[in-house]
């Protein structure tokens, strides 16, 4: 059995402001936590045997089961004919036919490859030669499988998204490859791709994507989204690896919880630490509140020019940065790889992977990644227009590099690590404690990362991908509320 004693539960100050000193979003868990024994009923996990084989890929808390399924390790057919790609990542559940969940779930897949597309033979929803894009599945909850098929195709590094309150996916390029761009940090050509990426797409969870980008969304290294379904406001996280990143947000034509859906044509907006231009967010700072203000990005896309055929003048680096520059030049506050976002109760949570070390000294590091900390996770107020820092990491042994979120129905933060080691989904109470609800065991794969965790509508079963060539997804069941999720 692997020790892992060193991410037992948390209770100190080092990692969290403490509870004396929580406000704005947590205010109301205090007190709660007060009247109750708030802390989770263990204090390590142990292995547990997957259903589908019996085999062990998870330490779970004790009672938890759970059934993997979807292995790329072998040859997967979804029922339209697509050879299933691997890369499983940003996920979402929705209530689907029976007692069943649909999920609607991303392949970040680079790279190009003529009529390379995945998918029926011969069909594609944005562009023939990449080979990214969402997969359609309706699973119980207890992971057996009734169906899959190809729900949008064509696009390229889908990694993260959002839930739609009307029933639909927003899936996010983490590119901005294209035609018009040179070779990205893999140094393969671009020349094969067939259109621009770097946008947000709309999926249907009931159907296929028109492939139609929303392209006013920006055309940056999207990570995640989060919809305020109030104001009708969508709330975007760039994770550009090398320099700062931004937190944006995106206000369509229409109000999509009237429309149906997420229209183009609106405008895209950067945070700004209102008194603080440029504010160094990434960097190891004290847990307190800002205020901000929101600046116009003039020009949310473009395609660079370039001769079909030839490398594109533009260095993947320019167009990495067109956006957030137009930000940065009006002060736009600097974050380090922003990557899963969740709304919950006029709240955005998301998380900073590289943020809450010393500062960077440049506004460039294409080697470690910009940002030396081991994670931050932040809240946005979106009423008062405030932003809280509401953890900090203080060193790897605790949370290390924290990357999709999404939050439990009974208001617990789940937070997914991506790191080189042990990688962990962890529980973050709203009254700042910190614990491991799951370790992945699989063999000679323990550094392949969480990520597109997800609650079932019913809030029973937590479904979660392996991100790696060889991906899968788990269903994981148990009682939640015992272990305080």
Not at 180 to 187: A, H, K, L, R, S
């Amino acid at each position: 059995m692997v020790q892992v004693d060193r991410r037992t539960f948390l209770k100190g100050a080092a990692a969290t402001m403490g509870a004396a000193a929580l406000h704005g979003p947590f205010i109301g868990f205090v007190a709660a936590g007060n009247r109750r024994n708030k802390n989770p009923s263990f204090r390590g996990l142990v292995p547990v045997p997957d259903e589908r084989d019996g085999v062990v890929r998870l330490h779970l808390p004790r009672a938890f089961r759970y059934r993997s399924f979807h292995d790329t390790t072998v040859p997967v057919t979804l029922d339209d004919g697509t050879a299933l790609p691997g890369r499983h990542d940003g996920m979402a559940a929705f209530a689907g036919p029976g007692s069943n969940s649909i999920l609607i779930r991303n392949h970040e897949v680079n790279g190009n490859a003529a009529g390379g597309a995945f998918g029926p033979d011969g069909t594609w929803t944005y562009d023939p030669n990449a080979l990214g894009g969402c997969t359609h599945v309706e699973v119980s909850g207890t992971g057996d499988v009734d169906l899959g098929f190809t729900a949008l195709n064509g696009t390229q590094m889908n990694c993260a998204g959002g839930a739609m309150p009307w029933g639909a996916w927003i899936t996010c390029e983490e590119t901005i490859n294209g035609p018009d761009v040179g070779p990205d940090f893999t140094g393969v050509s671009n020349v094969g791709l067939g259109k621009p990426h770097g946008f947000i797409f709309e999926v249907p969870k009931d159907g296929t994507a028109s492939g139609q980008p929303i392209r006013n969304a920006g055309r940056f290294p999207h990570e995640a989204v989060a919809f305020d379904p109030v104001d009708g406001i969508l709330y975007l996280t760039e994770d550009n690896f090398g320099f700062p990143s931004g937190f944006y947000r995106y206000i369509p034509p229409s109000n999509p919880m009237d429309t149906g859906s997420l229209e183009d044509g609106g405008q895209l907006q950067m945070l700004a630490v209102d008194g603080i231009p440029n504010a160094d967010l990434a960097a190891r700072g004290p847990h307190r509140n800002y205020k901000v203000r929101w600046l116009d990005i003039d020009e949310p896309w473009r395609e660079f020019d370039y001769t079909p055929g030839e490398t594109a003048p533009t260095t993947n680096n320019e167009a990495l940065t067109f956006v957030s520059n137009q930000g940065l030049a009006q002060g736009a506050a600097k974050f380090s790889r922003l990557e899963g976002a969740a709304y919950d109760a006029g709240f955005v949570y998301f998380t900073s992977t590289q943020g809450g070390g010393p500062a960077e000294p440049t506004d460039s590091d294409n080697v470690q990644g910009w940002g030396n900390g081991s994670g931050q996770i932040w809240a946005y107020d979106v009423a008062n227009e405030e932003l809280q820092l509401i953890f900090q990491s203080p060193d790897r042994e605790t949370l290390d590099f924290p990357d999709n979120i999404t939050t439990s129905p009974r208001g617990t933060l789940i937070l997914c690590e991506d790191n080189t080691e042990d990688n962990y989904i962890r529980g973050l109470t709203r009254g700042g404690n910190l614990w491991d609800i799951a370790l992945n065991r699989m063999e000679n794969r323990t550094s392949d990362e969480f990520a597109g965790s997800t609650f079932s509508a019913d809030g029973e079963t937590l479904f979660v991908n392996i991100q790696a060539s060889r991906g899968l997804t788990f269903a994981i069941w148990g009682p939640w509320r015992s272990i305080g999720v």
